[in-house]
Structures are given as structure tokens and as C-alpha cells.
Nanobody, 124 residues
């Protein structure tokens, strides 16, 4: 059973930084894509970033390119999302997700496993 547990959310001022962590367990993730999504109040969930576990290919939404960095530590089975230059519009619940598949199609497609989410609030 795949389990994903996010941490690191909180309240930060605009222009600040936060690092989210996603501890993954339940299987080896070779051949998987791990992604971050977010859902703001009253809006649909949207893709933020993804990384292929084995190869390390990375994908970003245009809205976060140059500000957010996704990475993984395979020894710790953890995926990170370093968020910098945060804006009020980045306020959302951030979710970690996983799915089998390593290419762009998988990374940007539908995910099978989800964490419980962590709240990020950016004040102006």
C-alpha cells in the first residue's frame, strides 16, 4: 500500500520561501513519477511539478517555473518542493501524488496515489 505523507506547509509572507516534503512508503518507486499538485479554495486542483523517480526528469507548471524546485532523495524515499518568491496566489493545499510511469505523459497525467495535503498560506 503506497503511503504519501506531506509536511512543511505553513504561513509565510509574500516573497518568502518554504520547503515541502513528501515521505513515500509502501513500495519501491523505481519507474514511478512523483508529483506535487495544489488546490486553492474554490478552484480545481492543478499540477505544480513532477519528477521521475529513477531518471530524475523534471516538469513544472508555467506558473511556478523559476520559483519552485522539485527534487528527490532516493535514500530517504522523500520528494521535496522548494518554493521561493512566494506569491499570495500560491496559497493552496499542496498534495503529493504518485503513479507508475516515468515519461512526460505519465508525469503530467492522472495519478493513482495521493497524500492528505499540507496547507500553504502566503500573506501579502
Amino acid at each position: 500500500q503506497v503511503q504519501l505523507v506531506e509536511s512543511g506547509g505553513g504561513l509565510v509572507q509574500a516573497g518568502g520561501s518554504l520547503r515541502l516534503s513528501c515521505a513515500a512508503s509502501g513500495r519501491t518507486f523505481s519507474g514511478y513519477a512523483l508529483g506535487w499538485f495544489r488546490q486553492a479554495a474554490g478552484k480545481e486542483r492543478e499540477f505544480v511539478a513532477a519528477i521521475s523517480w529513477s531518471v530524475g526528469s523534471i516538469y513544472y507548471a508555467d506558473s511556478v517555473k523559476g520559483r519552485f524546485t522539485i527534487s528527490r532523495d532516493r535514500a530517504k524515499n522523500t520528494v521535496y518542493l522548494q518554493m521561493s518568491s512566494l506569491k499570495p496566489e500560491d496559497t493552496a493545499v499542496y498534495y503529493c501524488a504518485a503513479r507508475l510511469g516515468a515519461g512526460a505523459g505519465a508525469a503530467l497525467g492522472k495519478y493513482d496515489y495521493w497524500g492528505q495535503g499540507t496547507q500553504v498560506t502566503v500573506s501579502s
